[in-house]
């Protein structure tokens, strides 16, 4: 449970640096702040992966 707690926190924060660096480059809604959320749950959603295999490694090595 709390690797999985780790792995959700991780992605958050990694969405967050993404979306620093990036920005907004989709394109879902018409409005900004809209589009800023939107975008920080893709990054968050992409972002799962990578960050399972460094929670996991990070544990287990």
Request: aromatic share 14%; charged share 10%.
């Given at each position: ?5 780790l792995?959700l ?45 460094i ?7």
């Amino acid at each position: 449970m709390a690797a999985l707690i780790l792995t959700l926190v991780l992605a958050f924060i990694m969405a967050g640096a993404l979306w620093l660096t990036l920005g907004s480059r989709f394109e879902f809604a018409a409005e900004g702040s809209e589009n800023d959320l939107a975008n920080l749950v893709v990054y968050s959603l992409g972002s799962i992966p990578v960050s399972f295999v460094i929670v996991f490694f990070g544990i287990g090595g």
